[in-house]
C-alpha cells in the first residue's frame, strides 16, 4: 500500500517541537559555558552551509527573548570560488533583517596554487580562512566569533585526532584563539546533525555547496563521518554517550601524566569505599544499557 503522507497538524506539531528542542539546546550551551554576556558583539560566520544559516537562525530567535542584550552582525567570507552566487548570501541576510559584512577574498586561488591536484585542501583553505577572519572581527569590533560546529562535528574531530593524530583532543565549544585576541564560540554544541537537516529542509535556507572541497570523498572528516552515522544506525546512543563522555572526563583513569601525579601516588593502607577497584569488572559493562545498545559481555581466557 502507498506510504500516508503525515497530516499537517501532526508535521507542524514536530516542527514545533524540532523548534523548542533547537533553541532549548543553543541556550543552554550558551549558558553552559557563558558564550554570550551583556553588550557582546557576536560575529557570525555565514558560509551558506545548513549549519550556519541554522545558527543564525537560532540566534537571532533567542536574541528576541534573551534577559541581556547584545549584537550579532553576519560574516561572509567569499572566496571566488567559480560560480560562487554572489548574489544569494546578501539578499537572504537583507531580507531576515540582521547586520552583515561580505568580505572578499581570493583564497581559491591561493589553495590551487598551493595545493597539489587531487591532495586534501581543507588544512591550507581553514588556515587562510581563519586568519581573515580573525582580522575581520577587530575591524568589526567584535567580542565574540561564532562557528557553526555541531555536536557530530565535536565527536568526528575527537575520533579524527585519536586515529590520525595521536592525542585526545576535541572542538571545544569555546576558547581563546589561537592570535589570543579572540574568543570563538560553537553554539550548536549540543545539536545533532539530523536535526539541523530537518530544520534546514523547514527553514528553506538557499544553501549554497562548497566546489573547493566539497567533492573529495576520500577526506579522513568523511570517513569518520560515515563510521559515526553507522554507529548510531546500528547502536542508537553511541555517539551520544561518546559526546557525554568528552564531558566526564577522569584524568585518574586515563595516562597522561601532565594531569594526574601517577608517579606520586602512594597506598594510605585506609580503605576507601568510593576507590577505585583495580580487578573488578568495569561498572559500565556490568550496567543495564540505558540507549538500547547492545553491551559486549567479556569472558576470561580459559585456564591452561
Known amino acids: 500500500m502507498p506510504a500516508v503522507a503525515p497530516s499537517a497538524d501532526k508535521t507542524a506539531h514536530e516542527i514545533n517541537k524540532l523548534s523548542k528542542r533547537l ?3 543553543v541556550g543552554q550551551a550558551v549558558i553552559d559555558f557563558n558564550m554570550i554576556e551583556e553588550g557582546d558583539r557576536v560575529m557570525v560566520c555565514v558560509s551558506g552551509g545548513k549549519d550556519s544559516y541554522a545558527m543564525l537562525d537560532i540566534l537571532l530567535g533567542l536574541q528576541k527573548r534573551a534577559p541581556i ?3 550579532l552582525v553576519a560574516v561572509n567570507l567569499d572566496q571566488k570560488q567559480p560560480g560562487f552566487p554572489e548574489h544569494v548570501l546578501p539578499e537572504y541576510l537583507a531580507k531576515v533583517g540582521v547586520p552583515f559584512h561580505i568580505e572578499n577574498q581570493d583564497t581559491y586561488s591561493i589553495v590551487k596554487r598551493v595545493i597539489p591536484e587531487g591532495k586534501t585542501t581543507c588544512g591550507l583553505c581553514s588556515r587562510l580562512r581563519r586568519g581573515i577572519l580573525y582580522r575581520v572581527a577587530g575591524e568589526l569590533g567584535a567580542t565574540k566569533i561564532a562557528l557553526g560546529h555541531h555536536r557530530d562535528d565535536i565527536v568526528q574531530t575527537l575520533f579524527m585526532n585519536m586515529f590520525f593524530g595521536s592525542k585526545m583532543k ?3 565549544p569555546k576558547l581563546v ?3 589570543g ?3 570563538v564560540i560553537r ?3 549540543y545539536v545533532t546533525e539530523a536535526d539541523l537537516e530537518r530544520w534546514a529542509e523547514h527553514r528553506q535556507f538557499p544553501i549554497i555547496p562548497c566546489t573547493l572541497c566539497g567533492s573529495q570523498d576520500n577526506l579522513q572528516r568523511v570517513q569518520i563521518k560515515q563510521m559515526l552515522r553507522e554507529w548510531d544506525k546500528r547502536h542508537p546512543g553511541r555517539v551520544e554517550n561518546v559526546f557525554s563522555a568528552m564531558q566526564h572526563i577522569v584524568p585518574s583513569h586515563l595516562a597522561d ?3 594526574f601525579p601517577f608517579a606520586a601516588l602512594q597506598a594510605t593502607g585506609v580503605a576507601d569505599a568510593h576507590g577505585d577497584r583495580a580487578f573488578d569488572d568495569d561498572e559500565a559493562c556490568s550496567a543495564s544499557p540505558s540507549t538500547g545498545e547492545a553491551m559486549m559481555t567479556l ?3 580459559a585456564m591452561p
Do not use: I, T, W
Request: proline share 12%.
Open 23 to 25: 533553541h532549548r539546546l
Open 69 to 71: 542584550r547584545f549584537e
Open 170 to 172: 576535541g572542538m571545544p
Open 177 to 179: 584563539s589561537d592570535d
Open 181 to 183: 585576541k579572540n574568543v
Open 187 to 189: 553554539p550548536l554544541a
Open 257 to 259: 601524566r601532565n594531569l
Open 299 to 301: 569472558r576470561p581466557h
